[in-house]
């Protein structure tokens, strides 16, 4: 008997795009991870916002101390509702942390954007796909959305790419902004 899957419609800002794929550009040899903020439902999911986490190795002191800190900056209506990764290679440490802060968020809708690297036309470029954990979910992307690499094009050529700012950045020198607001 076939089972009827739940369709979830996603709304993802450019913002998401440009900080997620523009720190995986940054850290291209390096595995990363950030989280995605924003609102989720049963029928809907509304992206809002990303923070770039980390690039090299992570504690759970450091990561606790880093959700602790974009959780009290939420607005009310907004929470964290997923995370993003890119791997640098197939064996990446990044994806048991990824399952265990999806874990933590406890959510059967939680998001998680996969970013790799395809090519296109022989160069390589970064591509992002939204993977569903729960297999009687089918996420549909809305038309206002979009996964295509323009949305940072303009970005890496200004070389906005190596003005990220991580936690792990932040945790070497307080005085980095992780928000990466210039992006807006």
Known sequence: MDQQLEQVGVDIQKIVYKKAMLHACKYSTEDVIGILIGQI???????????????????????????????????????????????ANARGIMSEIAKEMLHNINQKQAIVLRISQVE??????????????????????????????????????????WKIIDFDAHFENVQLNFRNQYLE
């Open 41 to 87: 439902n049963d029928t809907h999911v509304n992206i809002v916002d990303a923070y770039p986490l980390f690039h090299s190795r992570v504690s759970l002191n450091t990561l606790e101390v880093s959700l602790d800190i974009i959780s009290s900056e939420l607005q009310s209506d907004r929470k964290i509702i997923g995370v993003y990764e890119a791997r």
């Open 120 to 161: 296109v036309d022989d160069a390589p470029i970064l591509n992002a796909k939204i993977v569903s954990l729960n297999e009687n979910v089918k996420y549909v992307i809305n038309s206002s959305s979009t996964l295509e690499w323009w949305v940072i094009q303009d970005c890496l050529k200004a070389g906005l790419h």
